[in-house]
């Protein structure tokens, strides 16, 4: 098993993705720290630590930090999974929203990256991520996200190198367009759901969207054994989306 006994912690696990990475790292006998906002995760197993709260407030991340400590000793991989979607013209979102999508895709990340790399042993441990393929190309009436999600892979890529000497990888997993209850429920909210799909899926080179258990095998790549030597590397899982 790749993760025999590594403790992971999972952000934004109640979700698509983060549901499929904390099943792919059970999988592989990882033991698992989990978090999300809601009050209940139904997906957790009972060996999960499961521990509810928001990212953007610092004082929960330092007491995640803290049940991580006494609960674990120490944490050899961290996914940064969480993160909010937000699409609206420029012009029209709000100070507040715009800070909102700020503080949930990389602020946040950036608390738990601060309170989380003391936890991991000297020997080294791997942070994963989670960007987008839109981090790394603009697109219209996402531009906040976008800029959030570009500045996460400045986030990761400047980590690597300040904390390589202590032997703790950063990467980036940059999912394109994943099947997930949100995409689903923006297709739903279209005229023609079936259409709206397929125009989507044919801006993609692999004419198909991704699987949250394609999005986990990168994760898990990168937070496993198998992958010692990569560091400050962002990893697309698009479909080609990004490779023009
Ligand atoms: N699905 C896609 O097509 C796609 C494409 C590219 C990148 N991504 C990225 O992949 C990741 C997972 O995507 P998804 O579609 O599975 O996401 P999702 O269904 O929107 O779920 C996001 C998760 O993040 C949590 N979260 C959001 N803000 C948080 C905060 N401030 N504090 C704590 N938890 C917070 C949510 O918790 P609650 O559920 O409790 O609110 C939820 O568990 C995200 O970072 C997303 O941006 C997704």
Redesign the pocket.
């Known amino acids: 098993m790749r993760l025999d006994n590594v403790k992971a912690l999972v ?9 499929a990475i904390s099943s792919h790292f059970r999988r592989e006998g990882a033991r698992l720290l989990l ?4 009050e209940r995760l139904d997906t957790a197993r009972p060996d999960d630590l499961y521990v ?5 407030d610092e004082s929960f991340v330092e007491a995640l930090a803290r049940q991580a400590a006494e609960s674990f000793g120490t944490v050899e991989v961290v996914v940064l ?5 937000a699409s609206s013209p420029l012009t029209e979102m709000s100070r507040e929203d715009a800070k909102n999508v700020l ?3 990389l602020l ?1 990340a950036f608390l738990v990256m601060k309170h989380f790399a003391p936890l991991m042993p000297s020997a080294g441990g791997a942070f994963v991520c ?5 981090g790394m190309v603009g697109k219209a009436g996402e531009v906040l ?1 976008s800029a959030a ?1 570009g500045g996460l892979i400045m986030l990761a890529k400047g980590a690597a190198i300040e904390w390589a000497a202590r032997n703790i990888r950063v990467n980036v997993v ?5 099947v ?4 689903e429920a923006s297709f739903q909210r279209s005229a023609d759901p079936e259409a709206r799909r397929r125009e989507r899926e044919t801006q993609i080179p692999l004419q198909r ?2 699987t ?1 258990g394609e ?1 986990a095998d990168a994760v898990l790549f990168l937070a496993s054994s198998e992958s010692t030597y990569v560091t400050g590397a962002v990893l697309p899982v698009d479909g080609g989306y990004t490779a023009f």
């Open positions: 952000t934004g696990a109640g979700s698509g993705i983060g549901e978090t999300s906002r809601r509810p709260g928001d990212l953007n999974n969480h993160g909010l979607q503080e949930s895709n946040s989670v960007s987008s393929r839109l996200y999600k940059a999912p394109g367009l994943t997930t209850p949100i995409i969207l991704a949250p999005v």
